[in-house]
């Protein structure tokens, strides 16, 4: 009798707090009779008798791991990672590189010398703190807002503008829209537009991996948490869990998917709690915590290579329009951007960390951006003269064979070139 109601106050306790709660202080053997835990093949679990629907307050929020304050303050001593004086200048260099090209980037496509661009303002802790946790040879899917994921891999601002500027040595040829960036050398799969397709395609990559002898190397998947909405999501995170594959899927939820705030996106606890009930081993972080996030993403790639499949959710702000085709201005205020730019600024609290320990000043950071900027400001005037690629690459590099329907556009399209040479400027694209 004393087990019997010693065992319903557990079950009443579990029911009434988290389903970590659940799984400590319920014998998993026994129910609240006395009996043997139900094994049915989908679900192994204990009887209940009371009817309860369990909803988003069932559970307590996922916490959000962090490290600095926003100050640049280490909170608890023993979590600060120990980077050398290298990798923590080359974080916060290519942090300081990331807004410089952001600022001209998107100012070059105002004037009209680019077809579009989209800003990283708000994400960089997430960039460089999780590219600086990876190995080189880690295979990164990004979705078009990780540019600094790609500027610390060692993907160069001058190979970043050639591909926006779509010149002849943009390994895409010119066929991409601007932020379309890839790199084979740098490990680094092309980016595509339709949102969620590289996160299945991430999966199958790590399965790959999985079945390669000896493998030491996982597969990163970006994402944003509107991207978490399309179909493709979820058969990514089915896929990673159910076939064990080395793979970190990294949430950068930025709480807007252009104008459609996150409260709108989703409903119940994030990104993050889509996790544990999918079997992905799960952490939430503060996104705009360079090293907070290096943390997470350290200890992601430990499980990723020995497959177990690994779910990150970062928090931040977008900070920036979603693009140059919108003003966000338009469906949030001011001063919700402000807050996001001043208190939570990830640039800053790297930058404040470093200056406590002795490793930047005001004098370092002048010099930094005025460099950063000349540069950029040479490699896209650089870029502008560079030649286009010959137009016959447009038709090329599909099909090993190319179709006859194809080789027939591409003489109609040599032929029109012929006959009305004088309205096209083909001394600017690349001889054949
Ligand atoms: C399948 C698909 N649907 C819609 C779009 C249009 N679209 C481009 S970006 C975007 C928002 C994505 O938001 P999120 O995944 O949160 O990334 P963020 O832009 O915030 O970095 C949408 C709807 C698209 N590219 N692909
Ligand atoms: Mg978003």
């Known amino acids: 009798m004393a087990l019997r109601s010693g065992l319903s106050l557990l079950r009443y306790i579990s029911l009434r707090t988290s389903s970590r709660v659940l799984s400590t202080h319920i014998n998993p053997e026994i129910n609240q009779n006395g009996e043997k835990t ?68 998107y100012e070059s496509q105002r004037q009209g010398r680019i077809s579009f661009y989209m800003t990283n303002y708000g994400e ?13 040879q880690d295979l990164i899917f990004a979705q078009y807002r990780e540019v600094g994921v790609l500027l610390y891999r060692g993907m160069t601002i001058t190979e970043l503008i050639n591909q926006c500027y779509g010149n002849h040595e943009d390994p895409g040829k010119g066929r991409h829209m601007p932020v379309h960036y890839g790199s084979k050398q740098l490990n680094v799969v092309t980016i595509s537009s339709p949102l969620a397709t590289q996160m299945p395609q991430a999966v199958g990559a790590a399965y790959a991996f999985k079945r390669t002898p000896d493998n030491d190397r996982c597969v990163i998947c970006y994402f944003g948490e509107g991207a978490a909405s399309e179909g493709d999501a979820f058969a990514a995170f089915n896929f ?39 079997g992905l081993h799960t952490i939430r972080v503060d996104g705009t915590d360079a090293l907070a996030v290096y943390n997470a993403v350290a200890r992601a790639r430990e499980l990723a290579v020995k497959n177990k499949p690994v779910l990150i959710e970062a928090m931040s702000y977008r900070v920036g329009h979603h693009s140059t085709s919108d003003d ?25 960390y470093l200056e406590r320990k002795g490793l930047w000043n005001e004098e370092s950071e002048k010099s930094l951006i005025k460099e950063s900027r000349d540069f950029v400001v040479r490699t896209m005037q650089d870029a502008e003269k560079k030649k286009k ?44």
């Open 124 to 136: 960089e802790g997430m960039h460089v703190g999780s590219a600086a946790a990876l190995s080189p």
């Open 328 to 352: 966000s201005t338009a469906y949030r205020s001011l001063e919700e951007i402000q807050k996001w730019t001043s208190d939570e600024n990830p640039v800053q609290k790297l930058r404040l």
């Open 38 to 105: 139900a094994e049915f093949p989908g679900a192994k679990a204990p009887y209940v008798t009371e009817m309860k629907f369990l909803n988003e307050n069932s559970y307590e929020s996922i916490p959000i791991y962090r490290v600095l304050d926003n100050n640049g303050d280490v909170i608890l001593a023993n979590e600060e990672p120990t980077l050398d004086k290298e990798t923590l200048l080359n974080m916060y260099k290519s942090m300081v590189q990331l807004n410089q090209m952001d600022k001209i980037l």
């Open 240 to 278: 990673a869990a159910t076939l064990d594959c080395p793979v970190i899927l990294f949430c950068r939820n930025n709480g807007y998917a252009i104008s459609t705030p996150s409260s709108e996106q989703y409903r119940g606890d994030g990104i993050a709690a889509r996790g544990p009930s999918m």
């Open 389 to 432: 690629p010959h137009w016959k690459e447009m038709f090329e590099d599909v099909y090993y064979d190319m179709p006859l329907k194809l080789q027939k556009q591409m003489h109609e399209m040599e032929d029109h070139l012929r006959k009305y040479e004088e309205h096209y400027p083909m001394e600017n694209y690349e001889k054949e």
